[in-house]
């Protein structure tokens, strides 16, 4: 079982930035590819970026990239999502999620390949 922790958001105007962070309780650097999500009022949740485990590998959304950089320390156990520029409609919920992948290159935008959830840290973007 992993649990995962955010932290890091908050309330902000359009142009700042912040920086999101993702604690794990177990150590994930061997075998979890880590991925950040988030979710608006009314919508689904979506895809923001992803990291493979070994930290080569990165994957974003098309709305966040150049503006956001996913990077994780596995020493610390902890992944982090650098937002810059941000924009109102990134206004949302996100969410840390881990996968147990079999490939180091592993680096999914699809949900329901994730296993485990944080509780989802608020981040609100004022114009």
């Known amino acids: 079982q992993v649990q995962l922790v955010e932290s890091g958001g908050g309330l902000v105007q359009a142009g700042d930035s912040l920086r999101l962070s993702c604690a794990a309780s177990t150590r994930t650097s061997s075998t979890y590819s880590m991925g950040w999500f988030r979710q608006a009022p009314g919508k689904e949740r979506e895809f923001v970026a992803v990291?493979?485990?070994?930290?080569?590998?990165?994957n974003y959304a098309e709305s966040v990239k150049g503006r956001f950089t996913i990077s994780r320390d596995n020493a610390k156990n902890t992944v982090y999502l650098q937002m810059n520029n941000l924009k109102p409609e990134d206004t949302a919920v996100y969410y840390c999620?881990?996968?147990?992948?079999?490939?180091?290159?592993?680096?999914?935008?699809?949900?329901?390949?994730?296993?485990?959830w944080g509780q989802g840290t608020q981040v609100t973007v004022s114009s």
């Open positions: 999620a881990a996968y147990r992948s079999s490939s180091y290159t592993s680096a999914s935008s699809n949900r329901y390949v994730y296993d485990y």
């Open positions: 990291i493979n485990w070994s930290g080569v590998g990165t």
